[in-house]
């Protein structure tokens, strides 16, 4: 069942001007309910505009966004309040954090919902746990967090509101190696727990690989390639084509295949590569 279908989708910034540019070129595109999508592409491709379509903070020039078969466009009622369904967390979403303590930013979201006090307390000390946040860090600013931390409490805000769909952009972007992995592990644990329907964009096809059981390649405005990382992968030498930085384990099976060996480049981590060459030499082959 899909939850979101993005219905020939068209989009241009600075419309009518001699600055015109097509960020979307009639794209279309199915989300699964309960799956994670990851949406890959260069600087450019439309990647993030086509994520701002998803809860209605643009609008499409031609074609609908569907959630749950209703288009989210309708009026604008129906616009505010998918804003609450399909919850959209921004790059460095850290530099959006405002209020004077951690509590009050993370239940920003929920008060907007107009919850109950007791129902938003409640949100706000089960997110936090969840995302590592302390009781005593609730009561402190935000400002004084670490940087990783920072992004935890930005990413809870959003959490809070208990979407049907998180939508994330970049959201390891900027942090070191333990951070991302923390940030990674923090959102495929979310799916798990809670059923909801998750996309990240991001530029790192290592990070879809390891996260995503869904992506989606845009290029130049439209949708390039969409399936598991099986499919997307082997379309490898498109991928290097498109400028986007494939793994370096992909790079050296793409090496060996225009060097001659009759290997598969649909190969996207070590254990694959493994038994990739230890299939090639079993069968006869010898890479000298």
């Known amino acids: 069942m899909n939850i979101l279908e993005i219905k020939n989708i ?24 309960g799956s994670l999508t990851a949406v890959i592409g260069h600087t450019g491709s439309g990647k993030s505009t086509l994520i701002k379509m998803f809860n209605a903070l643009l609008v499409p020039d031609f074609g609908s966004v569907l959630l749950n078969g209703e288009d989210i466009n309708k009026d604008k009622l129906t616009q505010h309040n998918v804003r609450f ?33 007791s129902e938003i307390d409640s949100r706000i000390r089960n997110i936090a746990s969840f995302v590592g946040i302390t009781p005593d860090m609730l009561k402190k600013s935000p400002f004084d967090l670490s940087g990783g931390e920072k992004r935890r409490v930005a990413i809870a805000g959003v959490m809070a509101m208990q979407p049907e769909v998180l939508v994330l952009d970049e959201p390891a972007a900027g942090l070191d190696p333990r951070g991302k992995n923390t940030i990674l592990n923090l ?17 790192s096809m290592e990070d879809a690989a390891d996260i995503a059981d869904d992506i989606v390649v845009m290029n130049k405005g439209s949708v390039a390639l969409h399936g598991d990382a099986d499919e997307v992968f082997s379309h490898a ?3 290097v084509e498109m400028g986007l930085n494939v793994p370096c384990v992909t790079n050296i099976m793409l ?26 030499v079993r069968e006869g082959g010898a890479i000298g």
């Open 10 to 33: 068209s989009y241009s910034y600075s419309k009518n001007t001699p600055f015109e540019i097509k960020a979307l070129d009639n794209v279309n595109l199915s989300i699964k309910k």
């Open 85 to 117: 369904k399909v919850g959209l967390c921004f790059q460095y979403p850290e530099y959006q954090l405002f209020e004077e303590t951690v509590y009050k930013d993370i239940a920003y979201g929920p008060k907007n919902m107009k919850l109950s006090e």
């Open 187 to 203: 959102i495929k644990d979310y799916r798990v727990k809670t059923g909801a329907t998750v996309i990240i964009v991001s530029h």
């Open 237 to 239: 030498g498109e991928l």
């Open 255 to 280: 090496s060996l295949k225009k060097a001659g060996y009759d290997v598969n480049t649909n190969i996207y981590t070590m254990e694959s590569a493994r038994k990739e060459l230890c299939r090639f």
